[in-house]
């Protein structure tokens, strides 16, 4: 069974950090391309930053310089690493992945997550 199980969301102070995991079974996720993407209540889901089979990443302008993605073949696992947390920043995050050599920002990918919360709040 393929499975993308998200983790590490949670409440968090403006300027705040947290760390996403997104753990994959039942494939391995280095031969995908992966993406995170973000919903918050009353939006549709954004693109916020993803990795590609090389490695390569792309960051949505309202994530850069904030926002790391990363692979760890070992682990089969990708994680989003949030610095300098915004309120708008809240929503349920999700990771996908396709079979896909780059990567992108749209939603056209094959496997998803159940999603985990991340609230920035004081």
């Known amino acids: 069974q393929l499975q993308l199980v998200e983790s590490g969301g949670g409440l968090v102070q403006p300027g705040g950090s947290l760390r996403l995991s997104c753990e994959a079974s039942?494939?391995?996720?280095?031969?995908?391309?992966v993406g995170w993407f973000r919903q918050a209540p009353g939006k549709e889901r954004e693109g916020v930053s993803c990795?590609?089979?090389?490695?390569?990443?792309n960051h949505a302008d309202s994530v850069k310089g904030r926002f790391t993605i990363s692979r760890d073949k070992a682990r089969n696992a990708v994680y989003l690493q949030m610095n300098s947390l915004k309120p708008e920043d809240t929503g349920t995050y999700y990771c996908?992945?396709?079979?896909?050599?780059?990567?992108?920002?749209?939603?056209?990918?094959?496997?998803w997550g159940q999603g985990t919360q991340v609230t920035v709040s004081s």
């Open positions: 996908a992945a396709v079979v896909q050599v780059t990567c992108n920002l749209n939603s056209n990918y094959r496997y």
């Open positions: 990795i590609a089979v090389s490695g390569n990443t």
């Open positions: 039942g494939f391995t996720l280095g031969y995908y391309a």
